[in-house]
């Protein structure tokens, strides 16, 4: 059939991939783009990642304030008494293909956690916050739960005396953590915590817009997210600079994808024109922990990499770019460098799930319509 006569012809006004579009008002974290600078409640990230905790954060992203001592402790003691899993999510997840990608057996653990809340349907702040907590507290526990048992290990219990980031660390490998290596870890958490309405964020706030639960929100974010132009960027990162294997090579591997049409993962952004505040200070750690492993290569290639990039497409690494080679030097695999992603942003959907709750409007934005009109049905044999 010639669609062509029956369109009407409409110019492509919607802005492809809402760019620029201002979808929810927010007080939880922006991002200037042109200037580089990120905040979370009014305060500067370079601010939160040289002085605060992630732990701090996350009250700071739900209350839209600092906690005082014994909130934060309280707060500490919340999400250390939630740890551990339930035995039958345990079950669940030893029930899973060992193969299966730990993004998707994230995203299936998660939406079962609300079978064994009872209040999983209670959309009111105070019971919401404690969902938060419950979510923010398990799924750091899920994602080194699924990377022992497809390693054939079995799951190491939380240590409820450990903060969120050295206790991801502990459960991860069995042993401590160095001081030096859960601070850096703590500052990842903060860096990635939130980015204001970026995909899985806005896809978290169309989701509870419905008024349907925390957990079923959190599970279409951590769905989003897992896609290679938004959370999956950072292990293609690893794997560009793997592929690479040599300093030395980096340069003409670069211009090839280039000339290729490829995009380099870890580069570009939508949204900022300059150097991304994070990546600043991912860079700083990605070159201290590679110094204190003994190996710097990894650090040195992606700063090859980077005045490559800035030089011939004048493009500066986002947030994902220094973090593949602060988690690799760290020892941590690359299939979790995503699901890492999730532990800490799961503070800020969910931040913003919560003022989705308190000021709610049903999300539904119309669509240009592109399409044929007034066609006619022909029955299905005369087709
Ligand atoms: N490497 C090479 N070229 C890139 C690039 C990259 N990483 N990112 C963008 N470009 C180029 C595109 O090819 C396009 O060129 P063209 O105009 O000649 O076609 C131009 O820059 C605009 O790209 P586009 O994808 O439309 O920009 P965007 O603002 O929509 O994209 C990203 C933002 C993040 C999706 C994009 O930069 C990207 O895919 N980066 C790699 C994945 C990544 O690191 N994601 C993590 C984001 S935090």
Same mark, same amino acid.
């Given at each position: 059939?010639?669609?062509?006569?029956?369109?009407?012809?409409?110019?492509?006004?919607?802005? #492809?991939?809402?760019?620029?579009?201002?979808?929810?008002?927010?007080?939880?974290?922006?991002?200037?783009?042109?200037?580089?600078?990120?905040?979370?409640?009014?305060?500067?990230?370079?601010?939160?990642?040289? /002085?605060?905790?992630?732990?701090?954060?996350?009250?700071?992203?739900?209350?839209?304030?600092?906690?005082? =001592?014994?909130?934060?402790?309280?707060?500490? !003691? %919340?999400?250390?008494?939630?740890?551990?899993? =339930?035995? !039958?999510?345990?079950?669940?997840?030893?029930?899973?293909?060992? !193969?299966?990608?730990?993004?998707?057996?994230? +995203?299936?653990?998660?939406?079962?956690?609300?079978?064994?809340?009872?209040?999983?349907?209670?959309?009111?702040?105070?019971?919401?916050?404690?969902?938060?907590?419950?979510?923010?507290? =398990?799924? *750091?526990?899920?994602? %080194?739960?699924?990377?022992?048992?497809?390693?054939?290990?079995?799951? &190491?219990?939380?240590?409820?005396?450990?903060?969120?980031? #050295?206790?991801?660390?502990?459960?991860?490998?069995? !042993?401590?953590?160095?001081?030096?290596?859960?601070?850096?870890?703590?500052?990842?958490?903060?860096?990635?915590?939130? /980015?204001?309405?970026?995909?899985?964020?806005?896809?978290?706030? &169309?989701?509870?817009?419905?008024?349907?639960?925390?957990?079923?929100?959190?599970?279409?974010?951590?769905?989003? @997210?897992?896609?290679?132009?938004?959370?999956?960027?950072?292990?293609?990162?690893?794997?560009?600079?793997?592929?690479?294997?040599?300093?030395?090579?980096?340069? %003409?591997?670069?211009?090839?994808?280039?000339?290729?049409?490829?995009?380099?993962?870890?580069?570009?952004?939508?949204?900022?024109?300059?150097?991304?505040? +994070?990546?600043?200070? @991912?860079?700083?750690?990605?070159?201290?922990?590679?110094?204190?492993?003994?190996?710097?290569?990894?650090?040195?290639?992606? +700063?090859?990499?980077?005045?490559?990039?800035?030089?011939?497409?004048?493009?500066?690494?986002?947030?994902?770019?220094?973090?593949?080679?602060?988690?690799?030097?760290?020892?941590?695999?690359?299939?979790?460098?995503?699901?890492?992603?999730?532990?800490?942003?799961?503070?800020?959907?969910?931040?913003?799930?919560?003022?989705?709750?308190?000021?709610?409007?049903?999300?539904? *934005?119309?669509?240009?319509?592109?399409?044929?009109?007034?066609?006619?049905?022909? *029955?299905?044999?005369? +087709?």
């Amino acid at each position: 059939m010639d669609k062509g006569k029956d369109v009407v012809a409409a110019g492509a006004s919607a802005a #492809a991939g809402l760019r620029g579009v201002v979808a929810a008002t927010s007080s939880i974290g922006d991002v200037d783009g042109a200037n580089g600078i990120l905040i979370y409640q009014g305060y500067d990230i370079h601010d939160l990642a040289t /002085h605060s905790t992630f732990e701090e954060v996350i009250f700071l992203l739900w209350h839209g304030r600092l906690p005082k =001592q014994d909130e934060l402790d309280d707060l500490h !003691e %919340t999400l250390r008494a939630h740890y551990e899993l =339930q035995p !039958e999510i345990l079950d669940l997840m030893r029930s899973f293909p060992r !193969e299966a990608e730990p993004m998707d057996v994230l +995203r299936t653990t998660v939406s079962a956690l609300d079978f064994f809340d009872q209040q999983a349907h209670d959309t009111s702040r105070e019971v919401s916050v404690k969902t938060a907590a419950r979510l923010v507290a =398990q799924i *750091p526990t899920i994602v %080194t739960t699924l990377e022992r048992l497809r390693k054939g290990l079995e799951p &190491v219990k939380p240590n409820s005396k450990l903060n969120i980031a #050295a206790n991801f660390l502990y459960m991860l490998k069995g !042993e401590m953590p160095s001081p030096a290596d859960a601070r850096v870890f703590d500052q990842c958490l903060i860096l990635h915590a939130d /980015h204001e309405l970026n995909a899985s964020t806005f896809t978290a706030r &169309v989701v509870a817009g419905t008024l349907a639960d925390m957990y079923g929100a959190v599970t279409a974010a951590i769905a989003a @997210l897992s896609g290679p132009l938004h959370g999956g960027a950072n292990t293609n990162v690893m794997k560009t600079l793997l592929a690479i294997g040599e300093i030395d090579r980096a340069e %003409t591997y670069i211009k090839n994808a280039l000339a290729e049409k490829r995009k380099i993962m870890g580069f570009g952004h939508a949204v900022y024109r300059t150097e991304d505040p +994070r990546a600043t200070h @991912l860079r700083q750690f990605s070159k201290e922990v590679g110094e204190r492993a003994g190996n710097t290569k990894w650090y040195e290639m992606s +700063r090859r990499l980077e005045e490559v990039m800035m030089r011939e497409k004048g493009m500066f690494p986002n947030v994902d770019f220094f973090s593949a080679s602060t988690y690799y030097m760290m020892g941590i695999p690359l299939e979790l460098f995503t699901p890492i992603f999730a532990v800490s942003r799961i503070s800020g959907w969910t931040g913003h799930i919560l003022e989705q709750y308190e000021n709610n409007k049903l999300i539904r *934005p119309r669509a240009e319509y592109v399409g044929a009109r007034g066609l006619k049905y022909i *029955p299905l044999e005369a +087709r």
